[in-house]
């Protein structure tokens, strides 16, 4: 149903919901408030710390809009019995338009550091008159373009009278376990009446999504597997031939995990395998001896990477171990001459293995006889994308890696496609990397510490959170690299970051891996992969606003070679949340632990975001539910189709949902 037969919902409203993604009144109902305000916990500023999220009432004085900065924003005088305080909007220029001179109900973040004065950062904001008449929870959505809290209020309300809403879960199995309505549900999430409806229609509401991803799983693999085409000559004694040209011994882990994929290679079935391993673990020599095997075999094989910093470090690593074989590098940024050759050599059979990035996918990349698909950093690519690869050979088996542990039993929901190995062990020589959070009077003695390693030719990682702050509290690439080129006298530092070219990018990379820097000041675009011996220390700025998978996987790009490496943590919030979640990465080492943690302490709405679940679940990150709620759905929708219910229809639905994601490009 469209949104323009929604009362209210212009041609030029209809444009602003189309800036969200949404198109639709079914797109609409799922537009899930990402926060709410519960007007009976009013809190005057006197009484917040800094830091503190509150519902504050104010007086608006003055609107002052600069649009020329480096940084656009929108600042507001205002007062609060007699107490002045500003409020600050960083490139929202709409901002201005939407407040006026009057009394308003802000929400949002109080910065009161160093006792410099209070301000809020990017509140939102209701004006009080509107927001007394609303009474106890109310919904605060995503805006975009024009639109205000009230106008998707409204039309949010008008959707839920027009939309259909049906649950998949079978009516048998749902009364069985007295589940809410569906449509109750939704309605409940938009218009609660406390915070236990909002947390109740949450879990609902994840339930159902969830049954149906796992439900969608269980469909397309049907418990049946796909029947192998590509026969693979080579012997046992052949592969421990190829992996003893490994400059050291396989660890326990490493060695099972090859004899898993040994054996499905070997076995009637189709290949279709995940590799997961802790940062270190020795995943991509693993899946070197699949590529062996392959090409050993007569077969032509293609390793995909999602970056070309990582395609070409892995372009590197399959030319040192397989020199007897022609080996191609194919990405983006490759001349035009340079795709044409590959391209020919790759149709022709002459090129038996090639690396790259999304240029691979290009319906003009012909193989041979490609029999084998490595997918580094899986997360990374959709199903769509391995897919269209893995099409491109008859019969191809896939290896997909991820170095983002999560637990096991969470791996069986996620990749229901796919069998699942992991690699739980490390090298026995390698040295855990040594992890602090770095108090603010220590900050200069620890930028010294970098200047002597650096004179001692060991390397040193700056990582912050954005590449040009948008946030008063939050430290950008830029900034600190003009503050570090500044202090760091005789230090060679380097800046690095998305929005650069790639070629500039791995220009970069190269002269810091050759050690031409001594320092590189980036975002997280080494987060994966990357692999530079001799750094040994790197700093995290805002460490609080990382997940603390994502801080292990930043971590990890240290401690690569034999010297004691460590990571500092900076963190510009000292939150009892945020203190929490620091205590938890200074103290273990153990990515699965770490992932463990933090599934618990960020909940299943922030675990199963984008990254994770691709965007067909990305709406559902905005829900508080808990993990049993993915459990749950696990076990009902074994219940449904355990024969005791009827699953037809859900079949259908589960079958449509599965097309639906293999449309998804996750990350």
């Given at each position: 149903?469209?949104?323009?037969?929604?009362?209210?919902?212009?041609?030029?409203?209809?444009?602003?919901?189309?800036?969200?993604?949404?198109?639709?009144?079914?797109?609409?109902?799922?537009?899930?408030?990402?926060?709410?305000?519960?007007?009976?916990?009013?809190?005057?500023?006197?009484?917040?710390?800094?830091?503190?999220?509150?519902?504050?009432?104010?007086?608006?004085?003055?609107?002052?809009?600069?649009?020329?900065?480096?940084?656009?924003f929108v600042k507001a005088l205002c007062q609060q019995n007699g107490y002045i305080f500003t409020a600050i909007w960083f490139n929202q220029p709409y901002v201005a338009q939407k407040l006026q001179r009057g009394e308003y109900l802000f929400y949002g973040r109080v910065q009161n550091k160093y006792g410099l004065g209070c301000s809020m950062v990017n509140p939102s904001f209701e004006p009080k008159d509107k927001a007394e008449v609303l009474r106890g929870v109310i919904p605060v959505y995503s805006l975009s373009g024009n639109l205000t809290q009230g106008a998707v209020r409204s039309a949010v309300r008008r959707a839920l009278q027009k939309v259909a809403i049906r649950s998949a879960i079978p009516a048998a199995l749902a009364a069985q376990y007295s589940l809410m309505p569906l449509d109750e549900a939704y309605k409940k999430v938009h218009a609660p009446q406390s915070e236990e409806d909002v947390k109740k229609a949450s879990e609902r509401i994840a339930l159902e999504e969830y049954f149906l991803l796992i439900s969608a799983f269980k469909v397309i693999k049907g418990g049946r597997d796909e029947a192998r085409l590509n026969k693979y000559s080579v012997?046992?004694?052949?592969?421990?031939?190829?992996?003893?040209?490994?400059?050291?011994?396989?660890?326990?882990?490493?060695?099972?995990?090859?004899?898993?994929?040994?054996?499905?290679?070997?076995?009637?079935?189709?290949?279709?395998?995940?590799?997961?391993?802790?940062?270190?673990?020795?995943?991509?020599?693993?899946?070197?001896?699949?590529?062996?095997m392959a090409v050993k075999s007569g077969y032509q094989a293609a390793m995909l990477a999602p970056t070309e910093v990582l395609a070409k470090q892995n372009c590197d690593i399959l030319r040192a171990y397989f020199p007897d074989f022609n080996v191609g590098y194919l990405a983006g940024s490759s001349s035009a001459a340079?795709?044409?050759?590959?391209?020919?050599?790759l149709s022709e059979g002459v090129m038996r293995i090639v690396c790259g990035t999304h240029a691979v996918l290009q319906g003009d990349v012909e193989f041979k006889n490609l029999s084998l698909v490595v997918c580094d950093e899986q997360h990374r690519f959709g199903v769509a994308q391995r897919s269209s690869l893995s099409e491109k050979g008859e019969g191809c088996d896939t290896l997909v890696m991820s170095a983002t542990p999560i637990p096991r039993t969470l791996s069986l929901i996620f990749y229901g496609d796919l069998d699942v190995t992991t690699i739980k062990d490390k090298p026995a020589d390698r040295l855990p990397v040594s992890t602090a959070v770095i108090p603010e009077r220590k900050y200069?003695?620890?930028?010294?510490?970098?200047?002597?390693?650096?004179?001692?030719?060991?390397?040193?990682?700056?990582?912050?959170?954005?590449?040009?702050?948008?946030?008063?509290?939050?430290?950008?690439?830029?900034?600190?690299?003009?503050?570090?080129?500044?202090?760091?006298?005789?230090?060679?530092?380097?800046?690095?970051?998305?929005?650069?070219?790639?070629?500039?990018?791995?220009?970069?990379?190269?002269?810091?891996?050759?050690?031409?820097?001594?320092?590189?000041?980036?975002?997280?675009?080494?987060?994966?992969?990357?692999?530079?011996?001799?750094?040994?220390?790197?700093?995290?700025?805002?460490?609080?606003?990382?997940?603390?998978?994502?801080?292990?996987?930043?971590?990890?790009?240290?401690?690569?070679?034999?010297k004691k490496s460590y990571c500092f943590l900076i963190a510009g919030?000292?939150?009892?949340?945020?203190?929490?979640?620091?205590?938890?990465?200074?103290?273990?080492?153990?990515?699965?632990?770490?992932?463990?943690?933090?599934?618990?302490?960020?909940?299943?709405?922030?675990?199963?975001?984008?990254?994770?679940?691709?965007?067909?679940?990305?709406?559902?990150?905005?829900?508080?539910?808990?993990?049993?709620?993915?459990?749950?759905?696990?076990?009902?929708?074994?219940?449904?189709?355990?024969?005791?219910?009827?699953?037809?229809?859900?079949?259908?639905?589960?079958?449509?949902?599965?097309?639906?994601?293999?449309?998804?490009?996750?990350?």
């Open positions: 149903m469209k949104l323009t037969e929604l009362k209210f919902v212009s041609e030029k409203r209809e444009k602003d919901f189309n800036k969200l993604n949404i198109y639709s009144c079914e797109d609409l109902v799922r537009h899930f408030p990402r926060d709410y305000l519960d007007l009976t916990r009013v809190a005057p500023l006197s009484s917040a710390y800094h830091n503190d999220v509150i519902l504050t009432p104010c007086e608006v004085l003055n609107v002052e809009v600069n649009r020329y900065s480096r940084r656009p012997t046992r004694a052949d592969l421990d031939g190829f992996i003893s040209r490994f400059p050291f011994k396989f660890t326990a882990g490493q060695l099972a995990a090859t004899d898993e994929i040994f054996s499905n290679l070997k076995s009637p079935a189709k290949m279709n395998r995940l590799l997961q391993g802790d940062v270190g673990s020795g995943k991509t020599a693993v899946a070197l001896t699949a590529i062996y340079e795709k044409k050759a590959v391209k020919k050599e200069e003695d620890m930028l010294k510490y970098v200047a002597k390693k650096a004179a001692e030719g060991e390397q040193t990682y700056f990582v912050c959170p954005r590449i040009e702050g948008d946030d008063g509290d939050m430290t950008s690439v830029c900034e600190l690299y003009e503050e570090l080129s500044a202090k760091l006298k005789g230090v060679r530092v380097a800046l690095l970051h998305g929005k650069m070219r790639e070629a500039q990018k791995n220009g970069i990379m190269s002269d810091f891996k050759q050690k031409k820097y001594d320092c590189l000041v980036t975002t997280t675009v080494v987060e994966v992969g990357v692999d530079v011996p001799d750094a040994t220390t790197i700093i995290i700025y805002n460490a609080e606003r990382f997940g603390l998978a994502q801080l292990h996987q930043l971590r990890g790009r240290v401690g690569r070679g034999d919030s000292d939150s009892e949340e945020a203190r929490e979640r620091l205590n938890v990465i200074c103290g273990s080492t153990d990515g699965f632990a770490i992932a463990e943690a933090d599934l618990k302490m960020r909940g299943g709405g922030d675990f199963m975001g984008t990254r994770q679940s691709g965007r067909v679940l990305s709406e559902i990150k905005n829900l508080r539910f808990p993990v049993d709620t993915l459990f749950f759905a696990k076990s009902l929708s074994d219940a449904a189709f355990s024969g005791a219910f009827d699953a037809r229809e859900l079949t259908k639905i589960a079958a449509l949902k599965y097309e639906s994601l293999k449309d998804v490009v996750l990350n």
